[in-house]
């Protein structure tokens, strides 16, 4: 596949079902900034695939309209940011996703919304 | 440097002046989805770099403390596209940057709101 | 008090304790729009006003730093909305507070995050 | 008319074209907070109409779908705030507006970004 996730960053697809995915990656030496903390486009990045896997579950294609993230908390070096993310609205074409990214102890790390659309065609 | 932009994805930092950066990026034949379009992670990658670039062009170390983007219109391949970061408010620690993403016919492809804090020291 | 909250709109706050607070609305003929559904600032207002008593909830003074809404079924005339104001995340001076608005049915009619900044003093 | 805007803030329209709206509201007395600063309802109410006077201003009906409001810099007794209302993009039925609030002196106090929905029939 040729998501971002895919370009060897460790992700793993831990459960998926129809408006909920729920994915994890360890923060690698590889992803800290200069401050030592996991940089936020890798936290970005474990949180919009699972925005994708949780808006692809309807086995409908969709594309992410937009989507914000904040980010609460750092990243550690080996901590293991675990993103869930959960359908809160389906309105016509456009669907809303909540997804929150935390560690190991259960601290939320970065909320993320995305928004998704609806077009032509199946998944599968 | 640590950052996603150096993950091989072809970026070049065009310009760069305080409160301002520019950074283009081709749109290969791996960053396209199953649409055939630019996968929106790697629309963000580039709007994030600059932003990146924007707010640490004071020389005073920033950390992003949250964003949102907006995809407007597809990236297709070949299309070579270009993130222009402006400052567009400094407020005590907290500094707020646009960034719009165009194709080389100038349409825009995604528009990109991120927010730094200042944390202490340097960044050279 | 001098919010827009006040300016009889005929709020009522449900519910208050850290970090959540409750209130409703009926929604009133002359809160319609031209499509017969509730204008937006009137959502906005009710989420806003709820943010607004969870976040000051802690009984030290804050400001509201910004805010985000997404409109996504009508309010109709005469229904009754309850907007439920929850914390997220404090971080250092910053809270994020998410804000459902929902209808005498649970549908989800609007969602709202606030985030809010600490400042000096007590509340009361 | 029936938005919040009519409800006594004394805004005023100043300039409406295609894609584009301005308009301008003094902070008053009973706009401040317990901390002597314009309410931020207020600003939003602001900008929230000039982004529905620019969003309706192709003569198609519109909805607002969600905005994004950050306050940068406080309304002070006696500010005369402008609002002006830009289109950014329209793709399909969706449209993206950017509105700056400022104060007479130019300051940036708010800015906000608002997402609007074509739906049938025309304005007028």
């Known amino acids: 596949d040729r998501d971002p996730a895919s370009q060897g960053l460790g992700m793993t697809l831990d459960e998926i079902r129809p408006g909920y995915a729920?994915?994890?990656?360890r923060v690698r030496a590889d992803m800290l900034?200069?401050?030592?903390?996991?940089?936020?486009?890798?936290?970005?990045?474990?949180?919009?695939?699972?925005?994708?896997?949780?808006?692809?579950?309807?086995?409908?294609?969709?594309?992410?309209?937009?989507c914000t993230?904040?980010?609460l908390a750092p990243g550690r070096h080996d901590d293991l940011l675990t993103a869930e993310a959960v359908e809160r609205a389906l309105a016509g074409k456009t669907g809303i996703y909540d997804v929150d990214v935390v560690n190991q102890?259960?601290?939320?790390?970065a909320t993320f919304r995305g928004k998704s659309h609806r077009v032509g065609g199946t998944v599968v």
Chains 1, 2, 3, 4 share one sequence.
């Open 22 to 25: 729920r994915m994890s990656m």
């Open 33 to 66: 900034n200069g401050h030592r903390t996991c940089h936020g486009g890798f936290i970005f990045a474990l949180a919009d695939s699972a925005f994708a896997f949780a808006c692809n579950s309807h086995n409908h294609n969709t594309v992410g309209a937009g």
């Open 69 to 71: 993230i904040d980010y």
């Open 105 to 109: 102890d259960g601290r939320l790390v």
